[in-house]
């Protein structure tokens, strides 16, 4: 499967930004998906993952309450919607597909280019 991550750009703290990520590919209701970022100099880090049919969502404690992750099967699609931003949210932000819903990198096969977020204080 292929990931186009797409829906960065630059925001004020307090706004919101949705990343979206289209696939390809015929099997994509069978992959859990995941949202990784990495800040410069930092090491990349969960974000956010979602099960095969959307029933199950995982968050990092940084994120919680502020992004929300779901899917749409039907259009092969999957998005983070980010509220509430902060200037330390600022990061590339990756989408990855696997076989589990997890917080571990290698835990997913495939991976999207990544999106720049960048959140002004």
């Known amino acids: 499967v292929q990931l186009q991550a797409s829906g960065g750009g630059l925001v004020q703290a307090g706004n919101s930004l949705r990343l979206s990520c289209a696939a390809s590919?015929?099997?994509?209701?069978?992959?859990?998906m995941g949202w990784f970022r990495q800040a410069p100099g930092k090491e990349r880090e969960f974000v956010a993952a979602i099960n095969w049919n959307g029933g199950r969502t995982y968050y990092a404690d940084s994120v919680k309450g502020r992004f929300t992750i779901s899917r749409d099967n039907s259009k092969k699609t999957v998005s983070l919607q980010m509220n509430s931003l902060k200037p330390e949210d600022t990061a590339v932000y990756y989408c990855a597909a696997g076989s589990y819903s997890s917080r571990l990198e290698y835990e997913y096969d495939y991976w999207g280019q990544g999106t720049q977020v960048t959140v002004s204080s």
């Open positions: 590919g015929r099997t994509f209701s069978s992959y859990a």
